[in-house]
């Protein structure tokens, strides 16, 4: 097993501290420009979807691969984009998913260093607290305990299932600990690369909005339409739900003034304090807020009970991404336009 391959291991760290070089030296000497090269290239990948594989054969281009991963951890984190953190973490993943395929009997090794402990030569015996730990975020029914076989607290895995569940392992280590604590100067260092970078992913935000185009009432999740239906009724949401609604409603392209109107039925209509509420939710005060998962909204109460789709997502907006793909026009003339005066349920 090459370190180089799976920068992210604990072995690999230690090396690298071994190595005894300062992130000053990373981020300014001539003799790291390919390691900083290779690390935008590595956080350009994430934003693409894939990072490139490269062709390390010579001490220095493993050094380079190695150290290049520390160095995008810090152009993540300069960058400071929850989306893009995501999409690291899962690309550093995936390319790890893809190495592992050449591994034979190292691959113990790096599940072990992932606090993985297969026992056997495969099919591998897995212990069933570990197997929870690395399964908890897949969703599909072959991954749920109760759908493997439990022998005294060990369960079967193939191959191909542990290097999935230890790629699930690995973008949940790479995701730990961003954003890292970096500060202006080392991000101004950087200022080469993380232009191009801020732009990509300005570009990819970008894109992802268009590609939920128009609002689509239709498409949305049983909890924001009976929080719309409320509204329309004139009840009076709850703080946490009105805050679930507003930031939901904004993530989908509504703006200020259409989701102003939203309110405008309700009983306590405050039109100061709503805009004051609704502009905050916005990004007024520098945050943006994101509407709450699934499960904040099933501890507030939020969540009205689930659908078919609710059991395979975990927030409000995959909820809608996925039934907006779905979306046809026959389902969107039977839809009427949202309308501030009648709540969804109250329409059909
Ligand atoms: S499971 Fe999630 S998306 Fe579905 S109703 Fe509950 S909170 Fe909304």
Redo the contacts with the bound molecule.
Sequence with gaps: MRISDYPFTQEAAEHVRGLGYSLESLLGKTSFKGVRGRAAERVAGALSGTISETKANSDVEHLTELLSYPLARVMVSCLDDPILMRRYALAEAKLAYKRMQHEKAELVNLANDLGIHPRGTGPWKLYFAEYIRAATRMHSPKWKLTNRDLDDGYLTVTEEELKRLMEEVIREKVLKGLPLPVNEKMCSDLAEYLGPLKAELDAVRSRQKADLGAVEEGAF???IKKMLADVAKGTNLAHTARFALVSFLLQINMNVEEIMALFNTSQDFDEEKTRYQVEHIAGASGTKYKPPA?TT??TYG???G??EL?KR?RH?LS?YERRMRTFTPLKQAQEPPLNPAKGPEERK
């Design positions: 999740p049983p909890c699934c909204m099933t939020n969540c009205p689930e659908d609710c997502i409000p909820y």
